[in-house]
């Protein structure tokens, strides 16, 4: 048994060995010490998963300029090169991310090339599934691969929140799990409290919190774990309130996506241990980056957004020492075709880069530069599983199981530093 | 009860003789507005004040009674509500149907069969995100409820050709050539036959045992020809197996009666501690004789282990739980559509539950941001304005049952929403909160039933 888990169960039955109470001990307890929950520590690693709805044309955001078949397959949709945001000798961001330029260059993003799966599917809805479950071969699967993380990680000491989604749709697919709730955060408003009827001032409310300190006598352990994280939550409520009302100095572009981020930025910085945040961009219909006709105009939107924001989101936590923290991944439900559709355009694809940004990155490009012309559906093969990526996100920065969580073993990626 | 004090020691409450005897009062375990708000709890949403005291004067025994076998029209009651909700529309948004089966639990004569059938849809879990058609939950919803305390083999075999569940679980085009496995092996599942007792061999046969039945326009149909008509093992018997032949051989096996009554016990008596088999070996061999859920349930309600404190406050309030804890003492109706809503925020939006296997409830109800919640959604109810408007007014029910004065009346609703079985420290510091609050009397009663309703005891049921 290790370490955590006799601490753990030692203040939570206030006994010195888990043996001598094995008959007595509570379901749930037992059930959270098997798991090896671990136990919440101050200053915890944070997961920002970003979705970009629709499958974006991961072409046109890190360009390979000098491929003369990227300027062959795309006679009215390719980037100029001059206007391009150069890395290297061959690749190049899209005009409008000039701050994800700056954060490459500062060594503060890596991109995973010709990500996949097998037997891509064309389909929204089924790609997007088989993103979320990370289960491809398994069409009827409940449960998300964040979602599955987030119950193996349940601790039943503290009760703080593991997962958040973070938006006004419904929660994402990922972050499904059999066994804890996960809520959807639309404004921070839901970590405070609300002042009851009539309640003037503070007092009422200091009264409550006193209250929720006081020790209740007996033997029911789940009254003392209820009274511990009620505890916790209205200290937690007033951490957020505090950060909320801070002038951070943080300066966000004007786009709801970049209200998101600072949401998130916030709860991080108040420190109220969620591991994992989804949030998403361009969630309407099938996808704001599912430019089958005109594709330009509306994809220099998108990308000026994620691009801006995800700047701002870096600023400010940096302001604050936090980037060492948080790890932030985007990913889509598939790539674009490498050929333009005849409508200014792109069809389904497959394989695509997924971009990370987070202060202990390695940085760079990772994985194989993608074969513009060995191809699959008229979209690029794939070269890293997903599930690697889930792997390395999970093992290396989470530090939770990604065999408990991905139902096999994946070989995780060398993105981060030591 | 206060059962601080009392014990019961292990060796008694493992003792089925002891535990499923029906309880009696006597000068160690006394009836009192404790056990009986305990009862009314567990057997519903809660009591208001005039069903506490009904039940304190009628004494376990006869409480029991009414709430198995209501005297008011329950089938008129039904009827009505039935009627209700086959004039919504057949859109694909389930809200209206949630909203009005929020409204039966409120109003209900008979809580104890919609407590059950909750339990029943947290059971097999059908979630409206794949089924799409509010028609066909309706028709789910009311099955559950027409077999909630009915027969269980009946209910099982309901399901088994529900058109809601096949879609749920992709089986709505079971054909001959493709037999569902996922939906054999989830439909095993909730009979309680797990890895255990299954192997993939026995999946794959009772996935061809159920060919034959797809769902077409809403409709379920058995079209022969899909139907896989050869030979089938499962479980050591052999033969040209069809669904309802999977059912009953299902149910034969000894891990079916074992695993409702389990999960029976869970729902009536303790999350904390997990019952041995010599516990619940009597209830277990009396269910698989007959399979009548209201006896089961009659048991666990009359007995010593229900009314010790084994299982008293041994439970976590499911988020619907909270709420109608707060709505029923206060005697009046509120919006359910916003309620669903805010349900759902904290957890348990009905008619999609997270998976097949439901909600896994307990503690896992518990985290910092659904208390949050339920502090929020206390306040909504409480505060006499927004979306909950003044329904709730617990300054006029306290005057209705002759608690005038503002000392009384905090009296009253410590005795109403908590029995006032609540560590004597906390109380003091309740009531002094309330003292201090200040200004208007009945904003202030509002606020005192809400530091009430936020208190740790009361997230217990």
Redesign the interface.
Known sequence: MSQTRRQFLQSALGTSTLLSLAPGIPLFLERTARAGAAKRTDGDTVLVMIELSGGNDGLNTLVPYTDDAYARSRPTIRLPENRLHKIGSDFGFHPQMQAFHRLYQEGHMSVVQGVGYPNTNGNHFEAMRDWHTAHPADTTCQTGWAGRAIDHAYSAERGNVIGLSVGPGSRPLALNAEKVPVLSLRSLDQWKLQPPAGDKGDAYRKQLEQLAEVPRSGDNTLLDYVRRTCSGAYADSRKVEAVAAEASGANYPPFQFAERLRAIAQLVRADCGVRIYFVELGGDGFGGFDNHANQIGNHDALLEQLSESLAAFVADLSRHNLLDRVLVSTFSEFGRTVKENGRRGTDHGAAAPMFLVGGRLKGGLVGERPNLTDLQNGGLKFHTDFRRVYATLLDRWLGFDSELALGQRFEPLDLLEG | MST?AETTS?ARRSDPGWAWAPYQPDAERPWNLARAGHLLRRAGFGGDWRQLQQALADGPSRSVDRLLRPEADVAEFIRTYDEYEMSLSRSESIDALQAWWLRRMIQSPHPLLEKMTVHWHGHFATGNVKVKSSELMRKHMQRLRQAALGNYAELVAGISHDPAVLLW??ADENRKSRPSE?YARQFLQWCGLGDEEMSQRDIREVARAFTGWVVLRNEIRFIEREHDAGVKQFLGRQGPFRGDDVVRIALAHQAAPRAVVRKVYRWFVS????PGDPLLAPLVEAFAKDYDIGRLVETMLRSNLFFSPAAY????KSPIEFALGIIRPLEKLVPTVPLGGDLA????DLGNP????G??G????????????R??L???L???SGPYADALDPATVARNHGKTDPAQARQFLLELFLQNDI?G??RD??I??GD??G??PA??L??FA??IV????F??A
């Not at chain 2, 999350?271 to 997990?274: A, I, N, S």
């Not at chain 2, 307990?362 to 919640?373: E, K, M, R, V």
């Open positions: 601080h292990p679980l992709g996922p999350e904390t501690d997990e406050r041994r439970r976590v925020e904290l957890g348990q997270p998976t097949a296997n909600w896994e307990g503690p896992y109800w518990i985290n910092q941001a659904t208390l949050l919640g502090d929020r206390a306040a909504a409480l505060s006499g560590a420290h906390v510091r309740l002094k909160l201090t609050a200004g208007d904003q202030s509002r606020r809400h530091a936020v208190q740790p005891e997230q217990l």
